[in-house]
């Protein structure tokens, strides 16, 4: 049942939030460059700044791995398997009541090395039926028993991340204090696109057992800590169904 609740509660995500982490060359490392790449490089740059043209260009987002914005369902069930090696009853498709889109939603392993499973989901527009959303989620719903401790390590490591990709720093919002949680990171990129990283701890009340095994009156309180993270083709005009305006 609580797996069953898991992909229910990605399809809800996928509709009416907003959540794709890349990973090629990761966090403090670089591509390696010869010496004559390097001059040709500098060349490029000295060129580019004397014609009056920045140069460097801002950080992209355009999709989760193998996984780009516009692809099909077809071709994100390949990302998926060449990406993870993972296929046929290893994905589930669910559809979103509200939104009407559909997530292809997988389970992973240590997606960041000794971070535990994270599920995935790739959302499908309600219109055009391709990639228009990756959302990915780490925490409690994943793994009970999951500290927040664990939780906030893999949040600062993501931000780490996202501090070395350039993104316009106009459009950088770090550290927000929100409901129960913290917009750790928000970014967008030249065409619109979004990455967001939000942290979340979630009061959850449970009636407190008495010592002679009956039930107590009193509750405690323990918190559902959650991780989760988005990566947005068009987070200003969604495809997702809507009520036209004038409808009622």
């Known amino acids: 049942m ?17 959540l794709i982490w890349k990973t090629s060359v990761g966090p403090g490392e670089a591509a390696p460059r010869s010496a004559k790449n390097a001059a040709q490089s500098t060349a490029a ?17 355009n999709g989760f791995r193998s996984a780009k914005f516009g ?11 060449a990406d993870f090696g993972k296929s046929g009853d290893d994905i589930r498709a669910v559809e979103s ?11 992973v392993t240590d997606l960041i090395p000794e971070t535990g499973e994270a599920e995935i989901g790739y959302v499908l527009g309600y ?15 994943v793994t009970p028993g999951t ?4 939780i906030a390590k893999t949040a600062l490591l993501l931000k780490s991340y996202f501090a070395q990709q350039n993104y316009d720093p106009k459009t950088i919002i770090r550290d927000r204090k929100i ?3 913290v917009l750790a990171f928000q970014a967008m990129d030249a065409d619109g696109h ?47 169904f809507r009520i036209e305006k004038g409808a009622f």
């Open 147 to 150: 500290t927040g401790v664990s």
């Open 179 to 181: 409901k129960n949680g």
């Open 71 to 81: 692809a099909d369902e077809a071709a994100i069930r390949a990302a998926i398997k």
């Open 45 to 61: 740059s000295e060129s580019k700044e004397a014609s009056g043209k920045p140069a460097s260009k801002h950080g992209e987002i």
């Open 127 to 141: 219109k055009s039926k391709d990639l228009i959303q990756v959302n990915i989620l780490w925490g409690t719903p």
């Open 194 to 240: 979004l990455v967001r990283l939000i942290y979340r701890e979630i009061p959850v009340a449970q009636p407190a057992a008495a010592s002679d095994g009956k039930k107590a009156d009193a509750k405690e309180e323990k918190k559902v800590y959650t991780l989760s993270l988005a990566y947005v083709a068009n987070p200003k005009s969604p495809d997702i």
């Open 97 to 107: 009541a509200v939104a009407r889109t559909k997530t292809l939603a997988v389970r």
């Open 2 to 18: 609580i797996r069953r609740g898991l992909w229910v509660v990605l399809a809800l995500v996928a509709g009416l939030g907003i």
